[in-house]
């Protein structure tokens, strides 16, 4: 299969041609392509070798699609399998999906199908890879503090995603398998209905403490359940950081707005285009749920963000 996949790459793909339109670029400073080396470096520098794959046909399972191994920091390489997914998406309308090599123990965790404020508190508390797969919809890669083993990953993400479920928050209680696949950001989403970008949000791997997840390796019952009920515990902190405060809607939206902005700040990308696509998405957010003069509380809010950013 890995020869397969050199041969179709160099054999399909002219080297010099750019598949993806620049009228259609997702928000910010960093185009498709940088989004996928982004995402792909970040996992890389905490994984062994990680694997991409191109479904054509939404109805048929992953397994039948063509997968390609990435093993190293090789540009050259790298270069051609960002082309050969960025022909297979623009051409075939194939979903472009990523994950981390299954039978290797490594610490990246899979949270899927999250909301905005649970998205965003996630990744501001501990360090992580913050993918928008459709608006208003989320996919977290969390790294941990220390390999695991394929059960080690399927149990830490069931118990997390139960307490969060549990806590009346919401994560996808059928994508807890230790192999399972997430979306590439930089590459459009082809589910039916959707056919959107899927943008790198945040990149916090560098800057946020990694997740511990040894409290959710214990079993379960006895001293351990006793334990865990203690507010000082990992699994009371986890559910804290990530529980829904008393704060309005309004200070929710002004928390990412900061966060978001801040994120572009430390990594010196123009501001310019990425706070007109901010203000023009709250704007939108602030008309759906009613509020009054949308406009005005969508420029107030990015202006107050700005003045505490000094920008």
């Known amino acids: 299969m890995e020869n397969f996949i050199k ?22 400073e960093m185009n498709p392509q940088e989004q996928a080396f982004s995402m792909i470096t970040a996992l890389r520098r905490h994984a ?43 051409r075939n309308e194939a979903n472009i999906w990523i994950r981390p090599m299954p039978c290797e123990a490594h610490p990246w965790l899979l949270l899927d199908d999250l909301g905005i404020e649970l998205a965003h508190k996630i990744s501001r508390k501990y360090a992580s890879l913050l993918i928008e797969t459709s608006p208003g919809n989320y996919q977290c ?46 590459f459009r989403n082809r589910k039916p209905g959707r056919d959107c970008w899927t943008n790198l949000v945040m990149d916090t791997t560098m ?3 990694k997740f511990d997840p040894a409290p959710f390796l214990f079993p379960q019952g006895g001293a351990c359940a006793v334990l865990a009920s203690s507010p000082e515990h990992p699994r009371s902190q986890f559910l804290s950081a990530t529980r829904s405060s008393a704060k309005s809607e309004s200070e929710t939206e002004f928390g990412w707005i900061l966060g978001r902005l801040r994120f572009f700040q430390s990594k010196g990308f123009e501001l310019g285009r990425e706070i007109v696509r901010l203000q023009q998405l709250l704007e939108r957010q602030a008309e759906e749920r009613g509020k009054r003069n949308p406009r005005d509380y969508s420029q107030r809010t990015i202006l107050a963000a700005r003045r505490v950013l000094g920008i």
């Open 141 to 186: 890669r969390l790294l941990t503090d220390r390999p695991l083993h394929f059960k080690q990953r399927s149990h830490v993400q069931s118990e997390l995603v139960k307490l969060l479920n549990q806590s009346g928050a919401h994560a996808d209680g059928g994508s807890t398998a230790g192999d399972k696949w997430g979306r590439l950001a930089g």
């Open 7 to 28: 041969t179709s790459v160099h054999a399909y793909i002219p080297s010099n041609r750019n598949f993806i339109s620049e009228a259609h670029r997702p928000g910010g």
């Open 48 to 90: 062994g070798s990680l694997e991409v794959a191109a479904k054509r046909h939404i109805e048929r399972p992953i397994e039948q699609a063509p997968v390609t191994r990435i093993l190293s920091y090789d540009p050259a390489r790298l270069e051609s399998v960002i082309r050969w997914l960025s022909y297979e998406n623009t």
């Open 207 to 209: 800057t946020a403490p």
